[in-house]
Nanobody, 122 residues
Framework: QVQLVESGGGSVQAGGSLRLSCVAS????????MAWFRQAPGKEREAVAV???????SYADFVKGRFTISRDRAKKTLFLQMDSLTPEDTGVYYC????????????????WGQGTQVTVSS
C-alpha cells in the first residue's frame, strides 16, 4: 500500500517561509502526477499546486509567485517551498498523487497524505 508522509509544517510569522516535504513509500508513484492541497479551518480543501514533470508545474492564483512545487524522484520526495506567507495561508497541507492532473485540480486523488499543519501569524 502506498503511503505519503508530509513534514515541515509549523508556525511562522507573516512574511516568513516554510518548506514542506512529502515522502512516498514506493517508487510506484514515479509516473504519477503529484500535488499539494490545503484546508483552512471551516473551508473546503483546495488545490495549491500540481507538478506533472520537472518542467511542468501549475499553481492556484492565490499562491503564484510565492510558492514553488518540486519533486526529487530518486528520493521519492515532493516539496513545497512557501515564501511570503500570510495568515490566509494557514491550514493543513496535504500531498496527493494521481495519474491524471485534471483530477488533482478537481480535488480527486488516488493517494493522500495525512497532512501537516501550517500556521501563519500576523
Amino acid at each position: 500500500q502506498v503511503q505519503l508522509v508530509e513534514s515541515g509544517g509549523g508556525s511562522v510569522q507573516a512574511g516568513g517561509s516554510l518548506r514542506l516535504s512529502c515522502v512516498a513509500s514506493t517508487y510506484t508513484l514515479g509516473t504519477y502526477k503529484m500535488a499539494w492541497f490545503r484546508q483552512a479551518p471551516g473551508k473546503e480543501r483546495e488545490a495549491v499546486a500540481v507538478i506533472e514533470d520537472p518542467t511542468k508545474a501549475s499553481y492556484a492564483d492565490f499562491v503564484k509567485g510565492r510558492f514553488t512545487i518540486s519533486r526529487d524522484r530518486a528520493k521519492k520526495t515532493l516539496f513545497l517551498q512557501m515564501d511570503s506567507l500570510t495568515p490566509e495561508d494557514t491550514g493543513v497541507y496535504y500531498c496527493a498523487a494521481d495519474r491524471f492532473p485534471q483530477f488533482l485540480w478537481r480535488g480527486r486523488a488516488e493517494y493522500w497524505g495525512q497532512g501537516t499543519q501550517v500556521t501563519v501569524s500576523s
